[in-house]
């Protein structure tokens, strides 16, 4: 395992890093490619592969653990451990779609540059009164900072140090002798640093963030509820989200919630709402306070005689929800008329009458012919399912018919 020549080759210590690999195989291969030192062709393909194997993680860390042994036997297996890297981590190959989660975490570990650090997402419940007239809320989020007292080192200088478990990459590689000369290599975040190359000893640790390198800090977030958002609405503050040293961190993202609300329903920039009125006031009119949302008292009136239909649908322009960014826009509100009939109007035979002549009289009543059957209408809880056998059936020894298992009893006997 002392095998060193690759790294010799490029004139670079085991623990170089890649780009500190690329400059020096840059500069050794202006000074010996063939063009310019036809007589160094041999130095040139040792540099070339020293080159090959060691920007390649995979081949790097076969060649760290194996030495050279270790890439040829890869090399001639039947699969080749090329091949099981390739299908295990995404680099195409018919399974690289299937294992192309598996591989998330092992690049990005070994990606160079910023990571970004997830969004966090909260949700924020908000009343129909809020979104009608806007309000700042505070939340407060606890996140994690980076550690003031070691500036995110986790140590004094110097006290951090590569991972020996995993030659300071964050990623273990494991391989298994499957059989004669055939090997699995399987990789996984290192748990001695957590992924991180870096540990710090136990006694060096920075004292506030035990080496953890931030801080749990509390922050209160204000959240503007502005005018006309709506349900699932999202508002963004980008960077919030937890800090990580070298980690840029990602947004923290509110997520609006909108609970119902007694009296409005809102479709869009539109309200919607039920009023209950008796059955004389759908005939005679009426005239009620409703309370909207920003606490205005609105005076809902409807003039006499003209008639109010159960279910009927009226309009008040630009009493509806602000539109967002344009608040002294509206949209409408909607009354359905709900009519509340008397339960029974058990009124002595004069006034029916009277009643009778008020609301116009009835259509005479038709011609009997001469084989009507009286029946009763009574209250049928279950309403008979239309077009189907089911609930109707008759007896074999009566031609009674029975309806949702009720008896229906004829009245001509
Ligand atoms: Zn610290
Ligand atoms: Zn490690």
Known sequence: MADNKLYQALGVSRTA??????RSYRKLAKEYHPDKNPAAGDKFKEISFAYEVLTDPQKREIYDRYGMKGLQEGDNNFAGAEDLFGHFFGGGGPFGGLFGGFGGGF??????????????????KVSLEDLYNGKVSKLQLSKNTICTA?????????ALQPCRNCNGRGVKVTITQL?????QQMQSRCPECDGEGEVINERDRCQVCMGRKVTPQT?????????GMKDEQRITFRGEGDQMPGVEPGDVIIVLQEKPHEAF???????????????????????????HLDGRNLLIKHPPGSVLVPGCVRGIEKEGMPFHKNPFEKGDLYVRIEVEFPDNYFASEGKLKELEAILGGR????????????VNMS???????MGGNRGQYYDEDDDHPHMGGQHVQCAHQ
């Open 219 to 227: 922050k209160l977030l204000e959240v503007h509820v502005d005018k």
């Open 17 to 22: 890093s890649d780009s500190e690999i690329r």
């Open 363 to 374: 259509p005479a009543a038709p011609a009997l012919p001469e084989d009507a059957e009286e």
């Open 150 to 158: 070691c500036g995110g080192e986790g140590g004094p200088a110097g």
């Open 379 to 385: 209250d049928i809880e279950e309403t008979p399912s």
């Open 265 to 291: 329903q809102r479709s869009g920039s539109d309200l919607m709402m039920k009023q209950t009125i008796t059955l004389t006031e759908a005939l005679c009119g009426f005239s009620r306070v409703v309370k």
């Open 107 to 124: 690049r990005n570990a070994q990606r160079r540059g910023p990571r970004r650090g997830e969004n966090t997402i909260h949700k924020l």
């Open 179 to 183: 059989g004669p000369g055939m090997v």
